[in-house]
């Protein structure tokens, strides 16, 4: 079975840093693109980042962040160790959400999601 | 960007009736690009529907997904208890942006 799992989270005062992590096991995890998808409390979900699958087979890596994260964020992954990682620096009392790691299929067109891991909750407050 | 506004925020129904969820697009996109979660509280999204009407493994074929241009709907044709949640559409073609999602509750 799929399964990625979250950690990583916590409190931070605004302006401090904080590193997740999402374990992945059950697929081939360098085969994938993989994502950060953010919720705020209370409210909807929203795209934080995607990074492509970086295998040799598909070329090479692709990064993309979300305008209210560029320059702060930084996404990364080691396939060798199944993991993918969110360095935040410069944290806002907006970036208070749960985080999750979302998986693109390889069936269909685009950047939807079909795995999801449970999430770890990143509060931002002094 | 591309804004969805779902609609109603909340719908009041009851096991066995019908369930029917819209999702209006600011702008005209392919369908190509449309998916629907299902989300309980606490819980991680789930992937109901992609490109908008082909159903993810394993989700009961109840649920059904139609639409084009700036107009989806996300059908449940008889509800089931486990079926009331939140349900969010979300569009790919032009980077990602979600709906605010809609409350299904018991009435």
């Known amino acids: 079975d799929v399964q990625l799992v979250e950690s990583g989270g916590g409190l931070v005062q605004p302006g401090g840093s904080l590193r997740l992590s999402c374990a992945a096991s059950?697929?081939?995890?360098?085969?994938?693109?993989m994502n950060w998808v953010r919720q705020a409390p209370g409210k909807g979900l929203e795209w934080v980042s995607y990074i492509r699958s970086g295998g040799i087979r598909s070329g090479g890596t692709a990064i993309y962040y979300a305008d209210s994260v560029k320059g702060r964020f930084t996404i990364s992954r080691d396939n060798a160790k199944n993991s993918l990682t969110l360095q935040m620096n410069s944290l806002r009392a907006e970036d208070t959400a749960v985080y999750y790691c979302?998986?693109?299929?390889?069936?269909?067109?685009?950047?939807?999601?079909?795995?999801w891991g449970q999430g770890t909750l990143v509060t931002v407050s002094s | 960007e591309i804004v969805l506004t779902q609609s109603p925020g909340t719908l009041s129904l009851s096991p066995g009736e019908r369930a029917t969820l819209s999702c209006r697009a600011s702008q005209s996109f392919s369908s190509t690009y449309l998916a629907w979660y299902q989300q309980k509280p606490g819980q991680a999204p789930r992937l109901l529907i992609y490109g908008a009407s082909s159903r993810a493994t394993g989700i009961p074929d109840r649920f059904s997904g139609s639409g084009s241009g700036t107009d989806f709907t996300l059908t449940i044709s008889r509800l089931e208890p486990e079926d009331f949640a939140v349900y969010y559409c979300h569009q790919y073609e032009r980077s990602q942006t979600f709906g605010q999602g809609t409350k299904l509750e018991i009435k």
């Open positions: 979302a998986r693109i299929p390889q069936y269909g067109t685009g950047w939807f999601f079909d795995s």
């Open positions: 059950g697929f081939t995890f360098s085969d994938y693109a």
